[in-house]
T-cell receptor, first 115, second 117 residues
Framework: ETGVTQTPRHLVMGMTNKKSLKCEQH?????MYWYKQSAKKPLELMFV???????ENNSVPSRFSPECPNSSHLFLHLHTLQPEDSALYLC??????????????FGSGTRLTVV | AQKITQTQPGMFVQEKEAVTLDCTYD???????LFWYKQPSSGEMIFLIY??????QNATEGRYSLNFQKARKSANLVISASQLGDSAMYFC??????????????FGTGTRLTIIP
């Protein structure tokens, strides 16, 4: 398998549920990211991990909890979400630190609906 | 202030025509990179083209070219000979020099392009 894989593709959860989003990259990249994409808003960076260490938390509410056990896997643990958290959650990876034109490789996203 | 501005929320273009998607950016860094991504209805963000701030030539990738006007801080995407499969959201993004090391990208709000048969 190649690229960035996100599971599940779709998720419907109640406000009291606990669920996790998974992201896996097979590109040998050293950085991974979570972005939130809501309708009519720019992509919002949530978390950045470099070499498994969190280097950025963009003022994300504590009901979102990231985990990066190794440089190939990234999780987003969700609990007591609000309806406004419904969005497309995109995972991306990159080879950070090179300054080259690699940009990001994105997964297909998880479409989350909070009911 | 927004760092990436895409002023066209939606565009309709006849098939086989060329289309220009606008992007302006704001940065005080001398070194930066500009990216365009395509997002079909499936949700995946697909990398299209990259322009470095020190690149003197406009970037080209097949039917995609980037019209880079540094003094005006614009990085418009040009798609030649549009096809029905080009219908998607298109995002302009920027990586600033201060972000080398974590490669953080800032995105615009996007332009929804619809190709009409």
């Amino acid at each position: 398998e190649t690229g960035v894989t996100q599971t599940p593709r779709h998720l419907v959860m109640g406000m009291t549920n606990k669920k996790s989003l998974k992201c896996e990259q097979h590109l040998g990249h050293n950085a991974m990211y979570w972005y939130k994409q809501s309708a009519k808003k720019p992509l919002e960076l949530m978390f950045v991990y470099n070499f498994k260490e969190q280097t950025e938390n963009n003022s994300v509410p504590s009901r979102f909890s990231p985990e990066c056990p190794n440089s190939s896997h990234l999780f987003l643990h969700l609990h007591t979400l609000q309806p406004e958290d419904s969005a497309l959650y995109l995972c991306a990876s990159s080879q950070a630190g090179t300054g080259e034109s690699y940009g990001y490789t994105f997964g297909s996203g998880t479409r989350l609906t909070v009911v | 202030a927004q760092k990436i501005t895409q002023t066209q929320p939606g565009m309709f273009v006849q098939e086989k025509e060329a289309v220009t998607l606008d992007c302006t950016y704001d940065t005080s860094d001398q070194s930066y990179g500009l990216f365009w991504y395509k997002q079909p209805s499936s949700g995946e963000m697909i990398f299209l083209i990259y322009q470095g701030s020190y690149d003197e030539q406009n970037a080209t990738e097949g039917r995609y070219s980037l019209n880079f006007q540094k003094a005006r801080k614009s990085a418009n995407l040009v798609i030649s000979a549009s096809q029905l499969g080009d219908s998607a959201m298109y995002f302009c993004a920027m990586r600033e020099a201060s972000n080398i090391g974590n490669e953080k990208l800032t995105f615009g709000t996007g332009t929804r392009l619809t190709i009409i048969p």
